[in-house]
């Protein structure tokens, strides 16, 4: 074991919780010590750093997630995917000049999914209340926590869009209209308010069961005053995205009172080629380059130094795929300073998955998206969730 290490080796006798956060990865050592298991310890942290990441996260995101029940010896997949709007249709888009759906904004939101996806993993695989899910994220908003330079950094560069575009974001996160100083404390209220309803619900409903009280947890977020506070905020207050234009939200409270997240079987696939194999266990989602008929490019890269995502691209006829390979490893060299050593084995390669015919670019996802974009090759979506989030070298 190596003496000294930024990522030290973490070992316990009944479990060990990590998140990125040290509040976060606390509360969850909390709810470990309190009883709870590693599902209960998941969801706690999620929570947490909804409120202490927000510019990596939030509880309007999403959270495909896989669980692995020691007792059932099975992996289960939960969706973790909320949908898009009923009335966000392509004729909608046409009848509104929108013929490419902007990385920000309103329009691209989708039903939140983390509240909806943990009640349904606390309840199937957890043993705590949703109230002792929730309580260390409340005392967190409640409280308040310091600010670190990582927050510092982004609050700065964003701070004039925070201003002028989304005002009650800064009325958080940009006090007095200055961006906080490291180690000054934010606090959020109305985000230990939101997760109180859910608790005082619960609360109502926990002589029917802890399932029962989970849901009626659950459903006062998606069927209740939450669900009703954002239909009714994104609908009245325009905001200016990318394309220019400012554009309202479209989601409604039937969007989020009709969704679920789901418990779904595991499916699984290889990617095959020279190297170690790869199994690919979903939720997940590949990429395709190249629009097919009635395609959208999907042009909203990302920068190349996105190391820790890794995904497949599959490559139709008509393209090269080792450029695109070569061309990737390049531009992930670059990105890294030089440190593509630090990730084991070959990160960007050609194989198979599946039955498919293409060949894939198997890689860290912004390397590959840094490639296309040199190389003028659109790419867009072709899978049903996220991203490949588990890995297997056999």
Same mark, same amino acid.
């Given at each position: 074991?190596?003496?000294?290490?930024?990522?030290?080796?973490?070992?316990?006798?009944?479990?060990?919780?990590?998140?990125?956060?040290?509040?976060?990865?606390?509360?969850?050592?909390?709810?470990?010590?309190?009883?709870?298991?590693?599902?209960?310890?998941?969801?706690?942290?999620?929570?947490?750093?909804?409120?202490?990441?927000?510019?990596?996260?939030?509880?309007?995101?999403?959270?495909?997630?896989?669980?692995?029940?020691?007792?059932?010896?099975?992996?289960?997949?939960?969706?973790?995917?909320?949908?898009?709007?009923?009335?966000?249709?392509?004729?909608?888009?046409?009848?509104?000049?929108?013929?490419?759906?902007?990385?920000?904004?309103?329009?691209?939101?989708?039903?939140?999914?983390?509240?909806?996806?943990?009640?349904?993993?606390?309840?199937?695989?957890?043993?705590?209340?949703?109230?002792?899910?929730?309580?260390?994220?409340?005392?967190?908003?409640?409280?308040?926590?310091?600010?670190?330079?990582?927050?510092?950094?982004?609050?700065?560069?964003?701070?004039?869009?925070?201003?002028?575009?989304?005002?009650?974001?800064?009325?958080?996160?940009?006090?007095?209209?200055?961006?906080?100083?490291?180690?000054?404390?934010?606090?959020?209220?109305?985000?230990?308010?939101?997760?109180?309803?859910?608790?005082?619900?619960?609360?109502?409903?926990?002589?029917?069961?802890?399932?029962?009280?989970?849901?009626?947890?659950?459903?006062?977020?998606?069927?209740?005053?939450?669900?009703?506070?954002?239909?009714?905020?994104?609908?009245?207050?325009?905001?200016? +995205? @990318?394309?220019?234009?400012? #554009?309202? &939200?479209? *989601?409604? !409270?039937?969007?989020?009172?009709?969704?679920?997240?789901?418990? %779904?079987?595991?499916?699984?696939?290889?990617?095959?080629?020279?190297?170690?194999?790869?199994?690919?266990?979903?939720?997940?989602?590949?990429?395709?380059?190249?629009?097919?008929?009635?395609?959208?490019?999907?042009?909203?890269?990302?920068?190349?130094?996105?190391?820790?995502?890794?995904?497949?691209?599959?490559?139709?006829?008509?393209?090269?795929?080792?450029?695109?390979?070569?061309?990737?490893?390049?531009?992930?060299?670059?990105?890294?300073?030089?440190?593509?050593?630090?990730?084991?084995? +070959? @990160?960007?390669?050609?194989? #198979?998955? &599946?039955? *498919?015919? !293409?060949?894939?670019?198997?890689?860290?996802?912004?390397?590959? %998206?840094?490639?296309?974009?040199?190389?003028?090759?659109?790419?867009?979506?072709?899978?049903?969730?996220?991203?490949?989030?588990?890995?297997?070298?056999?």
């Amino acid at each position: 074991m190596p003496e000294f290490t930024t990522r030290p080796t973490i070992m316990g006798t009944r479990g060990v919780v990590t998140s990125g956060h040290y509040l976060a990865t606390a509360a969850g050592f909390r709810i470990m010590e309190q009883g709870g298991n590693a599902i209960d310890a998941a969801a706690t942290m999620c929570f947490c750093l909804n409120l202490l990441e927000p510019q990596s996260n939030g509880i309007g995101g999403e959270v495909p997630t896989l669980i692995y029940s020691a007792k059932e010896r099975r992996v289960f997949a939960i969706s973790g995917m909320g949908w898009s709007p009923k009335d966000f249709t392509i004729e909608w888009c046409r009848q509104n000049g929108v013929d490419l759906i902007p990385g920000d904004g309103y329009l691209p939101a989708t039903v939140p999914a983390v509240v909806g996806t943990w009640a349904i993993a606390v309840s199937r695989f957890g043993t705590m209340s949703f109230s002792q899910i929730l309580q260390p994220v409340i005392e967190l908003a409640e409280n308040g926590y310091p600010v670190y330079q990582r927050m510092h950094d982004r609050l700065e560069q964003f701070s004039e869009s925070f201003l002028s575009l989304y005002p009650t974001t800064a009325a958080i996160y940009l006090p007095d209209g200055r961006v906080p100083e490291v180690g000054q404390i934010i606090r959020n209220p109305d985000f230990a308010t939101s997760m109180k309803i859910m608790r005082d619900a619960e609360e109502s409903a926990k002589s029917q069961g802890r399932v029962a009280g989970i849901e009626a947890a659950r459903d006062a977020f998606y069927k209740g005053p939450i669900a009703k506070r954002i239909a009714e905020f994104i609908r009245a207050n325009p905001v200016m +995205d @990318v394309s220019g234009e400012a #554009h309202t &939200g479209l *989601l409604s !409270e039937e969007d989020m009172a009709e969704w679920e997240a789901t418990v %779904e079987q595991i499916d699984m696939a290889m990617v095959n080629g020279p190297g170690p194999r790869w199994a690919f266990m979903g939720p997940c989602m590949t990429f395709h380059v190249g629009g097919g008929e009635g395609g959208m490019a999907f042009n909203a890269l990302v920068p190349a130094q996105r190391a820790n995502s890794i995904t497949a691209i599959r490559v139709p006829p008509g393209h090269d795929a080792e450029a695109v390979r070569d061309l990737a490893r390049e531009r992930f060299q670059v990105a890294l300073g030089g440190g593509l050593e630090q990730l084991k084995g +070959d @990160v960007f390669r050609i194989g #198979h998955m &599946g039955d *498919l015919n !293409e060949p894939m670019i198997l890689g860290a996802l912004g390397g590959i %998206e840094a490639a296309l974009q040199c190389l003028h090759i659109p790419h867009g979506r072709g899978g049903v969730t996220a991203a490949i989030d588990y890995l297997a070298a056999g």
